[in-house]
């Protein structure tokens, strides 16, 4: 447990870490609602933050340069693709170029080696051109990618899979190209020569066996052809070059060496052009030709054309805007497949390459809210109708039933905030059938569910069997979009149906689960809590499950309000079960597994609340866990710093950056309830002297522009406030620290203090010049990415340090027990270093005899203590952790007990009193514990039975 034992137990820890003290300390059933804590009984299994595996342990700490842009990644991968594109090309962590048909890499110097140079960034600091810049021996370098399509190159004939029945389409599709510039300088004043080698190895881009696409094989042989500069063999291409080698070795790996003699100063050049897929022979003399400098300037100009279309978010703060354009440049170009005039939607490249409806839900809101409306439009119409079984289920995977709810909301998503009711009628008649089929499902297990989706299982995710909140959460979201589409058809009836149909399963949902939030104190993934059967080991074994679904309460369920009484206690639990700010999946019982996008769900209930400060730690923690190329894997080993593991399955995830876009454009206006919430998350440095914040972009009301500042003590805004709703409000939110103490520029106003914002309550359609007088009543936070950044590398060195033990305050549960009966004696371990495991022995002394040893609290290690100075997350005092070992004298007497830390004095002794038992009792048999036997006690020799046991407070 993680405590000081310095004074009693109900007092022990603050309630910050209420999750971590109701492990083992049960709290009365009459305890505060708002601060009550789960009363558990299965063991708290998992393993301590940054505790690293065998296989970690010799791993070196990732040096981060103070003088190169932070990335999290030990081994950061990017992408780069094309628009809309079914391909993209991998960069590898060595700096080679992973295409369908092999890889193709730079090698560096006399011995071949690889640049392996670890931080890659993009042009301009959120275009698809992946920068690397080092230097080796006097000599600079400096590569270049990007992908692009080449003009008249042979398309290739592409297979895209979808819907339930396993459709195929197969239509020619453009072979992108990737550009590879490798640039040469010597920094030196005397001449050098500098040799480079490219070699494309067999290993392709890593696919999943139930990919349906075949690309054009590789030849088996090749040759350069001088002429054209390329690779051919058996009429196909692989790559063509700028410049003749200096000498050509075929092979298994084909090389092409280059030997450069630089004057002082000098520099030289080489592009490599390599289609993604395996290209005709006939293309070699276009792909020669193709312009390296033109075809860059074509890409820079179509995205940045392309991105300008997007809702507009300026900060000065460039982490937090680049991220968002990245992001959706991500989703454009990995998420986005056009295939034969139709798009289609895939949930991940080089993890799952295919369609996931949970992804899709969250990629769909993502380009809403980014203004990409068609795009979002043609993917939808493109795939939901092949995800619909007869029955009307909407479904992507088999045995997971949040697939209805997410389809059902996506298109709500899109009417609310389009009003396009040509798509509305479009779809209807799939939204009546996925309705009727969820009305029928609820009502054929009313009896034993009482009007919630059965208990089911689910496999991935939450990784437990019951009555999953997370699918009834998304039920209830999917028919409140259902019942708004059927309103904006003036579809009264339905209309009107589900709409009593939907609040009528929220109030059975919050029925439901406000038992399992009294006894634990958090919302649970499964409504049995405890009681859930988990499949793997989790917080605690294979019980409860795992945090997922049911952190959508709030958004985009909305089945809780944002202060309702389970958010604030739930918010707290999951906070402390964080780790460097992120969510942890404790799959395995490894609480540093962290989880990259779960925890923009909080950040996202954090802007409802108006809780800036937390919303804060959540955007920065986010940042800080992404590459240098704003990339961030699903799930990431917080010890290690790689995703799952260290080669695969590693980067990018679409929903991540979906996520993201979705979170940050809600931290400057959202629409809830015919409310539009203005300026909800302003970070102090954004608000710093001559800053401003810029918003510009469509809402569910209209389009909404608006720019903020603050200036000693006004909070200005400027706004072009949206045209649609007579019934509307706005609130324009003014930082947390800050008290309003006057308002200007609006006639008709009032202040909500809990939301610390001025309610604009007929703001017309001009533009508003609203004038906040304010006074601080606080220093803000010095919240910031820079800071965050500071504040993980801290916490991170810190983790990596060696363990250093101690042990003090020993204490007996009692200082008189009867012969036979159990005495638990604990002591507090506390560690000074960072988290390991903790070699040296503790043993339970009576009478300066070793009668037990190694307490079970401590068998999967030892976590360490935040360093105090950290602001970006929360702190786990997990250095400080009560230990107790137990055992049973059958002997009465006088005894001495202490415990012993390896070599070190024992704790002072404290004595015992044994008195004979007060009836017979037969002997406990502690099977499989040590019989040990004692001598030179003054009644003579006498048999002691030694067992382990938890101390639970």
């Not at 391909?87 to 890499?105: C, H, M, S, W, Y």
């Not at 510039?181 to 080698?197: A, M």
């Not at 009966?821 to 270093?833: D, E, K, M, Q």
């Not at 970006?872 to 002997?891: A, D, K, M, Q, Y």
Request: proline letters at 6%; aromatic letters at 10%.
């Amino acid at each position: 447990m993680l405590s000081t034992c310095q004074i009693p137990w109900h007092l022990r820890m603050p309630w910050v870490f209420a999750a971590l003290v109701l492990l083992f300390a049960p709290i009365p059933a009459h305890a505060h609602e708002h601060r009550s804590r789960p009363t558990v009984t299965a063991p708290y299994v998992r393993q301590p933050y940054g505790v690293r595996s065998h296989a970690e342990a010799g791993l070196r700490p990732v040096i981060d340069p103070s003088s190169e842009p932070f990335d999290w990644y030990r081994y950061p991968r990017t992408i780069i693709g094309v628009y809309g594109g079914p391909e993209q090309a991998l960069i590898t962590p060595r700096g080679f170029v992973r295409n369908d048909f092999g890889t193709l890499g730079l090698l560096i110097g006399r011995h071949d080696r690889p640049m392996n140079q670890r931080i890659k960034t993009l042009f301009d600091g959120w275009l698809p051109i992946v920068e690397a810049s080092f230097e080796r021996a006097g000599i600079r370098y400096h590569v270049e990618y990007f992908a692009s399509t080449v003009h008249g190159l042979a398309r290739v004939p592409y297979t895209i899979q979808y819907g339930v029945d396993k459709l195929h389409l197969t239509a020619p599709v453009q072979n992108m190209v990737t550009f590879v510039k490798y640039q040469v300088t010597n920094t030196s004043n005397r001449s050098r020569t500098v040799r480079l080698t490219l070699a494309l190895g067999h290993r392709a881009l890593f696919k999943k066996r139930y990919q349906v696409f075949r690309s054009p094989s590789r030849p088996r042989q090749v040759t350069f052809q001088a002429p054209d500069r390329a690779w051919v063999g058996t009429g196909k291409l692989l790559y063509a070059v700028s410049r003749q080698p200096t000498r050509v070795i075929g092979g298994p790996q084909d090389r092409l060496k280059y030997h450069f003699r630089l004057k002082p100063f000098g520099r030289q050049t080489l592009v490599v052009k390599i289609p993604y897929f395996v290209a005709r022979a006939s293309d070699a003399g276009l792909l020669s030709r193709a312009h390296y400098a033109r075809y860059r300037m074509t890409t820079i100009a179509f995205w940045k054309h392309l991105i300008s279309k997007a809702t507009k978010i300026s900060v000065d703060e460039p982490r937090v805007v680049n991220t968002y354009r990245a992001s959706l440049v991500l989703l454009l170009m990995d998420s986005l497949h056009r295939v034969g005039g139709r798009d289609f939607t895939h949930a991940n490249f080089d993890i799952y390459d295919r369609f996931f409806m949970r992804d899709t839900a969250f990629n769909m809101k993502a380009l809403i809210d980014a203004g990409y409306t068609r795009i979002a439009r043609a993917s939808m119409l493109s795939q939901l109708p092949f995800y619909q079984y007869p029955n009307g289920m909407f479904q992507s995977q088999a045995h997971e039933y949040d697939g209805n709810g997410e389809a059902l909301w996506m298109m709500g998503e899109y009417v609310r905030h389009t009003h396009d009711l040509a798509f509305a009628r479009r779809v209807f008649p799939m939204i009546q059938r996925s309705m009727a089929w969820q009305w029928h499902f609820r009502r054929a297990h009313w009896a034993h569910s009482g009007g919630l989706y059965p208990a089911l299982e689910m496999p991935d995710d939450e990784e437990v069997r019951g009555h999953i909140v997370g699918y009834d959460l998304f039920a209830i979201a999917g028919a409140r979009a259902a019942a708004s589409i059927a309103c904006a058809l003036h579809q009264t009836r339905l209309c009107l149906l589900w709409r009593k149909r939907s609040e009528q399963y929220a109030r059975i949902l919050r029925c439901k689960i406000t038992p399992a939030f009294d006894a634990l104190g958090v919302v649970p993934p499964a409504i049995e809590g405890m009681r859930a059967k988990g499949f793997v080991d989790g917080w605690y074994g294979k019980h409860y499950g795992i945090d997922w679904g049911n952190l959508e309460i709030v958004w985009p369920s909305e089945v809780l309000g944002p202060f309702n009484r389970m958010v604030a206690p739930s918010l707290r639990t999951w906070r402390e079960r964080s780790f460097e700010g992120e969510i942890t999946y404790p799959a395995d019982g490894r609480e540093d597994f962290l989880h990259s996008y779960l925890s923009l769900l909080l950040l996202e209930t954090y802007i409802r609340r108006n809780s800036d400060w937390h919303a804060l730690q959540s955007l920065y923690s986010a940042l800080v866990h992404t590459t240098a190329t704003h990339m961030a894997a699903e799930g990431m080993n917080a010890a290690a710093r790689w995703g799952w593991n260290a080669k695969s399955l590693t980067l990018p995830h679409d929903q991540f950056a979906a996520q993201y876009i979705s979170s940050l454009r809600d931290v400057m206006a959202f629409a809830l309830h015919g409310n539009l919430y203005v300026a909800n998350v302003l970070s102090p440095i954004w608000l710093a002297h001559g800053h401003r914040v810029r918003f510009a972009g469509e809402t569910r009301f209209g389009y909404l522009s608006f720019r903020a500042e603050r200036r000693r003590h006004m909070f200005t805004v400027l706004m072009h406030p949206p045209s649609l709703g007579t019934e509307r409000r706005i609130y324009v939110h003014v930082p947390r620290n800050d008290a309003i103490v006057s308002v200007q520029g609006v006639r008709h106003w009032s202040i909500d203090e809990r939301r610390n914002a001025v309610i604009l309550k007929d703001p017309g359609v001009g533009v508003i010049r609203l004038r906040i007088g304010v006074r601080e009543r606080y220093p803000a936070p010095a919240f910031s990415f820079a800071r965050a950044v500071s504040d993980y590398e801290l916490n991170y060195h810190k983790m990596l340090e060696p363990v250093s033990v101690t042990l003090s305050h020993l204490h007996l549960a009692t200082t008189r027990i009867e012969a036979g009966h159990p005495i638990t004696v604990s002591a507090t371990l506390t560690n000074r270093g960072g988290a390991g495991t903790v070699t040296t022995p503790i043993r339970l002394l009576v009478n300066g005899r070793t009668v037990a040893s190694h307490p079970p609290q401590i068998a999967r290690g030892i976590g360490f203590t935040t360093p105090a100075r950290i602001i970006s997350f929360g702190h786990h005092p997990e250095g400080v952790v009560e230990v107790s070992l137990t055992t049973r004298i059958p002997v009465p007497g006088r005894y001495t007990v202490t415990l012993e830390l390896g070599s070190c004095a024992p704790l002072p002794a404290q004595l015992l009193e044994v008195a004979p038992a007060q009836r017979s009792t037969r002997r406990t048999q502690d099977t499989g514990n040590p019989l040990l036997r004692l001598s030179g006690h003054r009644r003579g020799a006498f048999l002691l039975h030694a067992s382990f046991g938890t101390h639970h407070g």
